[in-house]
């Protein structure tokens, strides 16, 4: 299916070795950061320097790895244990959101989702305070469930939002179908709508994978414990106050990066094209 | 539990002070117990192997302790600010945690967070080994409210030899503007820039303006002018003000793309020639870039040699937290003459206890020492460390990013009269 | 809580199923930011609020603290730098990821490659990429190096006379100065000392986001193009459309709610951004890349001001509402049927 050219329009053998040539453009452009970091990554603590950063390591060691994993790997299981739960959670919620929002509208539907969206924009730093408050009064404070909770209801309005434009190109016919055979908004959801969703969840899902498993504010405020905060945490005390090991921090980077990374892998196999289309009946 | 506990050592006490054994040796073979939560912004390096130096004297003197590290890295200790305030709202205070004496102190004070501790110095005999201006500057209102692990000294200046060399230039072991101005001349003269700077992050110019104003102004007058008695717009602030416009031109060209280890590796290169920095440079050097002093690099006193611009570490004990008798013991571990030479000697601080012996650490800090006990101390403004509030170091070093850019003297005495006024 | 009338027209129903399944959200949210936001409000209202001792006594006058947050030389250059920010780079990471998408979803067997590649920046973190993107920066070792050896330098110093040595973010120069037209606009406007232009400084920094986040705007639009039905591709090609035609007046319309959700959510990113910033730049020269982001940081846990802290949040959030929500209800009457 990957394999497959997706149309032949615009996919003439010229039109498409011009856009080959120009995405080729774009390859040293997005690989040079990632070599700065790598060659960072195997030098050792003195010679890993913004003066040195072309160069390939004189030396290469793997001592900047081995401290980074050393610091990290206490943490991944915290992050994995907040993220996935998150991740699925807030993901179905918002795909839930987005089928009644745009299919079940009802009176003020619109201006509650509006007002939801408020909550995209909020800005983290000040809501701290009365976040970590709230997490005691419902006894979540400190635990990775509570650390989830924050990052589910703050994904929602964006999960919402996506799914909701997603399915507004799914024609309510389709909807009305199902009514008419006798089946209610949860029974249409699941059994039509869901398997429909895959492109909406891979785009939410990445979406909000990495911004949960890249959260550092949340993480350090709503768990104090250091040995239950996410990777995040543990990755930036390897910058110490006063000095840092570039190579140690930038090898720990690409470590915590690899789950996403990982993740962008395997969701990237579900861009089915054509879902949509020929559902049509 | 632990009013039994108290109940036994009061006996113990009783008993001991019939037999003539001291009340601190009973207290410390009981030791106190239970979780201390220590909270700081110590993540690593040298850092970490200095506050674990603290942690071994506290278990080793209180085996029933445990101690959690609970450490935030980031924004020089801000990121650690902002999980302490939203643990301070939310009633979870840790047992200790790290404060600069100062604006940052201040704050914990006014918000009652911090426990008075005078009776604590009072009773360990502290008051008569802690310098009393040190001591004043954790103290509000006749009442002391923290310890101090160290002290670091601002106003130092880091030379490369070899740069200094091939231009021809020798810098004295007090060096005012007249020397630097002369020393860059010939230096931009062989190419080489003659100030190193990495300010990314904008306290390290601040501190190069501090450093020069404090040099031209003297402590005194420095002091007035920060509590708002004296005007930013005399005519030696102005002066100082001038001397740094200048300093700024004969800065690396990437300064702003740097951050302060950056320009001490640039120094330790060779590309330029020398750095205002605090003596935490000297750890930077000779660790992270190997470098030798008296070999590779030389250091000098910027402005007057009696005066030490002190850049300090303390940690407080929290008035609410659970654990206060731990929270004690943690306490005393840093004030333990053989912890606080142990501390320093990791950290590159300068122990301050008048009866600790620095014979056992390095030349740089033998000196600072010396002059610490005879010295003029001043508190960094830039390093929060003032007996002010917090906002007036936050309009200094705002005052300062504007300076840059426009250079414009009488626009930052406006900003820092309204902030010191304030 | 389904009822026995499931499946009868809704009309029957008393209690709406629909507003049931999104009341929890709804409800969670609206603690999560409106009771949440209440508080802030509240304490940018107060005098001396700090978090050990909630005094929320009024300052005089009241509206104080939001007077010195609007005549701040820092704050004023906050809300230039976030405006010019997050136009430059919403356009910047939208277009980009765009062509990206269109380019990619029309090649055959290095459509996986490219896809992964444009979207791998996306799972690092911006602390860290904020520090490789500084050192890449570097007036002195960074892609100045790269145009000196390249020769790119020294054809420009022939055709233009004048060396290429950008500073970047080292920059202090601002392009463009709106400040007389602004006084005549904003009541108040006369009090503005920052210049209003676009910082130069601020170019590597947009440059830097979009760098990171344009893979993930390529991704919705991948989603979107998977969306169209084949028949509209295989009647255009029956039509004998050219290409060009065919997404200009096909695919590119139909991917304009997908382009609103990707800029309602880049916006979101933008207005927020700070650990790039800090990391790659700090507040720069005069103030020339600083976020209200970083302003709240180190209002509250650096000045120890939590009010005026509290305040730019506040100040951001109207601003923002004021801006995006309209453009938001308008979006939501259109694609009703």
Same mark, same amino acid.
């Given at each position: 299916?990957?394999?497959?050219?997706?149309?032949?329009?615009?996919?003439?053998?010229?039109?498409?070795?011009?856009?080959?040539?120009?995405?080729?453009?774009?390859?040293?452009?997005?690989?040079?950061?990632?070599?700065?970091?790598?060659?960072?990554?195997?030098?050792?603590?003195?010679?890993?320097?913004?003066?040195?950063?072309?160069?390939?390591?004189?030396?290469?060691?793997?001592?900047?790895?081995?401290?980074?994993?050393?610091?990290?790997?206490?943490?991944?299981?915290?992050?994995?244990?907040?993220?996935?739960?998150?991740?699925?959670?807030?993901?179905?919620?918002?795909?839930? +959101?987005?089928?009644?929002?745009?299919?079940?509208?009802?009176?003020?539907?619109?201006?509650?989702?509006?007002?939801?969206?408020?909550?995209?924009?909020?800005?983290?730093?000040?809501?701290?305070?009365?976040?970590?408050?709230?997490?005691?009064?419902?006894?979540?404070?400190?635990?990775?469930?509570?650390?989830?909770?924050?990052?589910?209801?703050?994904?929602?309005?964006?999960?919402?939002?996506?799914?909701? +434009?997603?399915?507004?190109?799914?024609?309510?016919?389709?909807?009305?179908?199902?009514?008419?055979?006798?089946?209610?908004?949860?029974?249409?959801?699941?059994?039509?709508?869901?398997?429909?969703?895959?492109?909406?969840?891979?785009?939410?899902?990445?979406?909000?994978?990495?911004?949960?498993?890249?959260?550092?504010?949340?993480?350090?405020?709503?768990?104090?414990?250091?040995?239950?905060?996410?990777?995040?945490?543990?990755?930036?005390?390897?910058?110490?106050?006063?000095?840092?090991?570039?190579?140690?921090?930038?090898?720990?980077?690409?470590?915590?990066?690899?789950?996403?990374?990982?993740?962008?892998?395997?969701?990237?196999?579900?861009?089915?094209?054509?879902?949509?289309?020929?559902?049509?009946? | 539990?632990?009013?039994?506990?108290?109940?036994?050592?009061?006996?113990?006490?009783?008993?001991?002070?019939?037999?003539?054994?001291?009340?601190?040796?009973?207290?410390? /073979?009981?030791?106190?117990?239970?979780?201390?939560?220590?909270?700081?912004?110590?993540?690593?390096?040298?850092?970490?192997?200095?506050?674990?130096?603290?942690?071994?004297?506290?278990?080793?003197?209180?085996?029933?302790?445990?101690?959690?590290? /609970?450490?935030?890295?980031?924004? /020089?200790?801000?990121?650690?600010?902002?999980?302490?305030?939203?643990?301070?709202?939310?009633?979870?205070?840790?047992?200790?945690?790290?404060?600069?004496?100062?604006?940052?102190?201040?704050?914990?004070?006014?918000?009652?967070?911090?426990?008075?501790?005078?009776?604590?110095?009072?009773?360990?005999?502290?008051?008569?080994?802690?310098?009393?201006?040190? &001591?004043?500057?954790?103290?509000?209102?006749?009442?002391?409210?923290?310890?101090?692990?160290?002290?670091?000294?601002?106003?130092?200046?880091?030379?490369?030899?070899?740069?200094?060399?091939?231009?021809?230039?020798?810098?004295?072991?007090?060096?005012?503007?007249?020397?630097?101005?002369?020393?860059?001349?010939?230096?931009?003269?062989?190419?080489?820039?003659?100030?190193?700077?990495?300010?990314?992050?904008?306290?390290?110019?601040?501190?190069?303006?501090?450093?020069?104003?404090?040099?031209?102004?003297? @402590? @005194?007058?420095?002091?007035?002018?920060?509590?708002?008695? @004296?005007?930013?717009?005399?005519?030696?602030? &102005?002066?100082?003000?001038?001397?740094?416009?200048?300093?700024?031109?004969?800065?690396?060209?990437?300064?702003?793309?740097?951050?302060?280890?950056?320009? %001490?590796?640039?120094?330790?290169?060779?590309?330029?020639?020398?750095?205002?920095?605090?003596?935490?440079?000297?750890?930077?050097?000779?660790?992270?870039?190997?470098?030798?002093?008296?070999?590779?690099?030389?250091?000098? %006193?910027?402005?007057?040699?009696?005066?030490?611009?002190?850049?300090?570490?303390?940690?407080?004990?929290?008035?609410?937290?659970?654990?206060?008798?731990?929270?004690?013991?943690?306490?005393?571990?840093?004030?333990?003459?053989?912890? &606080?030479?142990?501390?320093?000697?990791?950290?590159?601080?300068?122990?301050?206890?008048?009866?600790?012996?620095?014979?056992?650490?390095?030349?740089? &800090?033998?000196?600072? /020492?010396?002059?610490?006990?005879?010295?003029?101390? %001043?508190?960094?403004?830039?390093?929060?460390?003032?007996?002010?509030?917090?906002?007036?170091?936050?309009?200094?070093?705002?005052?300062?990013?504007?300076?840059?850019?426009?250079?414009?003297?009488?626009?930052?005495?406006?900003?820092?009269?309204?902030?010191?006024?304030? | 809580?389904?009822?026995?009338?499931?499946?009868?027209?809704?009309?029957?129903?008393?209690?709406?199923?629909?507003?049931?399944?999104?009341?929890?959200?709804?409800?969670?949210?609206?603690?999560?930011?409106?009771?949440?936001?209440?508080?802030?409000?509240?304490?940018?209202?107060?005098?001396?609020?700090?978090?050990?001792?909630?005094?929320?006594?009024?300052?005089?006058?009241?509206?104080?603290?939001?007077?010195?947050?609007?005549?701040?030389?820092?704050?004023?250059?906050?809300?230039?730098?976030?405006?010019?920010?997050?136009?430059?780079?919403?356009?910047?990471?939208?277009?980009?990821?765009?062509?990206?998408?269109?380019?990619?979803?029309?090649?055959?067997?290095?459509?996986?490659?490219?896809?992964?590649?444009?979207?791998?920046?996306?799972?690092?973190?911006?602390?860290?990429?904020?520090?490789?993107?500084?050192?890449?920066?570097?007036?002195?070792?960074?892609?100045?190096?790269?145009?000196?050896?390249?020769?790119?330098?020294?054809?420009?110093?022939?055709?233009?006379?004048?060396?290429?040595?950008?500073?970047?973010?080292?920059?202090?120069?601002?392009?463009?100065?709106?400040?007389?037209?602004?006084?005549?606009?904003?009541?108040?406007?006369?009090?503005?000392?920052?210049?209003?232009?676009?910082?130069?400084?601020?170019?590597?920094?947009?440059?830097?986001?979009?760098?990171?986040?344009?893979?993930?705007?390529?991704?919705?639009?991948?989603?979107?193009?998977?969306?169209?039905?084949?028949?509209?591709?295989?009647?255009?090609?029956?039509?004998?459309?050219?290409?060009?035609?065919?997404?200009?007046?096909?695919?590119?319309?139909?991917?304009?709610?997908?382009?609103?959700?990707?800029?309602?959510?880049?916006?979101?990113?933008?207005?927020?951004?700070?650990?790039?910033?800090?990391?790659?730049?700090?507040?720069?020269?005069?103030?020339?890349?600083?976020?209200?982001?970083?302003?709240?940081?180190?209002?509250?846990?650096?000045?120890?001001?939590?009010?005026?802290?509290?305040?730019?949040?506040?100040?951001?959030?109207?601003?923002?509402?004021?801006?995006?929500?309209?453009?938001?209800?308008?979006?939501?009457?259109?694609?009703?049927?």
């Amino acid at each position: 299916m990957t394999g497959q050219v997706q149309s032949f329009v615009g996919s003439g053998k010229t039109s498409r070795r011009v856009q080959f040539a120009l995405l080729c453009l774009f390859i040293p452009l997005f690989l040079i950061p990632f070599y700065v970091v790598l060659s960072a990554s195997f030098k050792s603590s003195a010679g890993a320097d913004v003066t040195t950063m072309w160069k390939l390591p004189t030396e290469w060691t793997s001592s900047g790895i081995s401290a980074a994993w050393k610091a990290l790997k206490g943490n991944f299981a915290n992050s994995l244990l907040m993220t996935i739960p998150a991740v699925v959670i807030s993901s179905l919620i918002g795909s839930l +959101n987005g089928f009644i929002l745009s299919k079940y509208k009802f009176k003020f539907s619109n201006l509650l989702f509006t007002l939801m969206l408020v909550g995209m924009f909020i800005p983290y730093q000040t809501i701290l305070i009365p976040m970590v408050r709230f997490l005691q009064y419902i006894h979540l404070y400190g635990t990775i469930p509570g650390l989830a909770l924050v990052h589910i209801v703050y994904g929602i309005p964006i999960t919402s939002l996506m799914f909701r +434009n997603f399915y507004v190109s799914i024609p309510k016919a389709i909807v009305e179908a199902a009514s008419i055979d006798g089946a209610g908004l949860i029974k249409t959801f699941v059994r039509i709508i869901l398997p429909l969703s895959l492109p909406g969840f891979v785009v939410a899902g990445l979406f909000q994978f990495t911004n949960i498993w890249n959260d550092f504010l949340f993480g350090i405020v709503a768990i104090p414990n250091p040995t239950m905060q996410p990777v995040t945490a543990a990755l930036n005390n390897l910058s110490g106050t006063q000095t840092v090991d570039w190579n140690v921090l930038m090898a720990g980077s690409l470590i915590a990066a690899l789950p996403t990374a990982l993740i962008y892998l395997t969701l990237g196999r579900y861009y089915i094209q054509g879902l949509t289309a020929g559902s049509v009946k | 539990m632990l009013r039994k506990k108290k109940l036994i050592a009061s006996v113990a006490v009783i008993s001991a002070s019939l037999l003539g054994i001291s009340q601190a040796e009973v207290a410390s /073979a009981a030791g106190a117990t239970g979780k201390v939560e220590v909270f700081s912004w110590w993540t690593s390096g040298s850092e970490s192997a200095a506050l674990n130096a603290i942690y071994a004297g506290t278990k080793k003197a209180n085996p029933g302790i445990e101690i959690v590290n /609970a450490a935030v890295a980031g924004g /020089a200790g801000t990121n650690a600010r902002q999980v302490l305030a939203t643990r301070l709202a939310a009633g979870d205070t840790p047992e200790s945690w790290q404060s600069h004496p100062g604006g940052d102190l201040k704050g914990y004070v006014d918000q009652s967070a911090a426990l008075d501790l005078t009776s604590l110095y009072k009773s360990e005999g502290w008051s008569k080994v802690v310098p009393k201006a040190l &001591q004043d500057s954790m103290s509000y209102n006749g009442k002391v409210y923290s310890v101090l692990t160290g002290i670091h000294r601002a106003n130092t200046l880091w030379y490369n030899k070899a740069a200094l060399r091939k231009a021809g230039v020798t810098l004295p072991a007090v060096v005012t503007f007249a020397d630097l101005s002369a020393a860059a001349a010939k230096l931009q003269a062989k190419k080489i820039a003659p100030l190193c700077l990495g300010d990314k992050d904008i306290w390290t110019a601040a501190q190069l303006l501090e450093e020069t104003l404090v040099g031209e102004v003297g @402590a @005194a007058t420095f002091n007035n002018l920060v509590a708002g008695k @004296a005007s930013w717009s005399d005519a030696k602030v &102005q002066t100082a003000i001038s001397h740094f416009n200048t300093m700024l031109t004969w800065a690396n060209s990437d300064h702003k793309a740097l951050d302060w280890t950056g320009a %001490v590796a640039a120094l330790a290169n060779g590309t330029c020639a020398f750095n205002v920095m605090g003596d935490w440079a000297y750890g930077e050097l000779q660790v992270k870039q190997g470098k030798k002093d008296g070999v590779d690099f030389g250091y000098a %006193v910027i402005g007057d040699p009696k005066v030490f611009v002190t850049v300090g570490d303390s940690f407080v004990i929290g008035a609410k937290a659970a654990n206060k008798a731990g929270a004690e013991a943690f306490i005393k571990s840093i004030m333990d003459p053989k912890v &606080q030479v142990a501390f320093n000697k990791l950290k590159g601080s300068v122990p301050y206890r008048t009866d600790v012996s620095t014979a056992s650490l390095g030349v740089y &800090q033998r000196g600072a /020492a010396k002059t610490l006990a005879t010295g003029t101390l %001043v508190a960094s403004l830039v390093h929060g460390q003032q007996l002010v509030a917090a906002s007036v170091s936050q309009a200094f070093s705002d005052a300062t990013t504007v300076l840059e850019a426009n250079q414009d003297g009488k626009a930052f005495a406006k900003a820092m009269d309204a902030a010191a006024k304030a | 809580m389904s009822t026995k009338s499931a499946g009868i027209s809704r009309r029957k129903l008393r209690v709406n199923p629909a507003a049931v399944a999104l009341a929890p959200s709804f409800i969670l949210v609206f603690i999560f930011v409106y009771v949440f936001i209440a508080y802030t409000i509240r304490i940018s209202l107060s005098k001396s609020w700090m978090p050990g001792l909630q005094n929320f006594d009024l300052p005089t006058p009241w509206y104080g603290t939001y007077h010195d947050l609007f005549t701040n030389f820092r704050f004023q250059a906050d809300l230039r730098n976030t405006v010019v920010f997050t136009v430059l780079f919403l356009i910047l990471a939208v277009v980009a990821g765009l062509f990206l998408a269109i380019a990619v979803s029309n090649m055959a067997k290095s459509k996986v490659f490219f896809r992964n590649l444009f979207l791998m920046p996306y799972a690092v973190s911006f602390i860290v990429t904020g520090v490789i993107w500084r050192w890449i920066f570097n007036p002195v070792s960074g892609v100045n190096l790269l145009l000196k050896y390249s020769g790119i330098s020294s054809l420009y110093e022939k055709v233009f006379g004048s060396p290429l040595k950008p500073q970047w973010m080292t920059s202090p120069e601002v392009f463009g100065n709106m400040n007389s037209l602004l006084s005549n606009v904003i009541p108040g406007g006369d009090s503005l000392q920052a210049q209003m232009g676009v910082p130069i400084a601020l170019l590597p920094v947009i440059f830097a986001a979009a760098w990171q986040l344009c893979g993930f705007a390529m991704a919705m639009f991948l989603a979107g193009l998977a969306s169209i039905p084949h028949e509209l591709r295989e009647a255009a090609a029956i039509d004998r459309a050219s290409g060009f035609r065919y997404y200009w007046s096909i695919a590119i319309p139909s991917l304009i709610p997908m382009a609103v959700t990707a800029t309602v959510i880049l916006t979101s990113t933008s207005l927020k951004i700070f650990d790039l910033i800090y990391a790659m730049s700090g507040s720069g020269i005069g103030f020339s890349t600083d976020m209200p982001g970083i302003y709240v940081y180190e209002s509250m846990y650096k000045a120890l001001r939590y009010p005026l802290g509290a305040a730019a949040s506040v100040v951001m959030l109207v601003l923002v509402s004021a801006v995006v929500l309209p453009y938001l209800v308008r979006f939501n009457k259109g694609t009703e049927e």
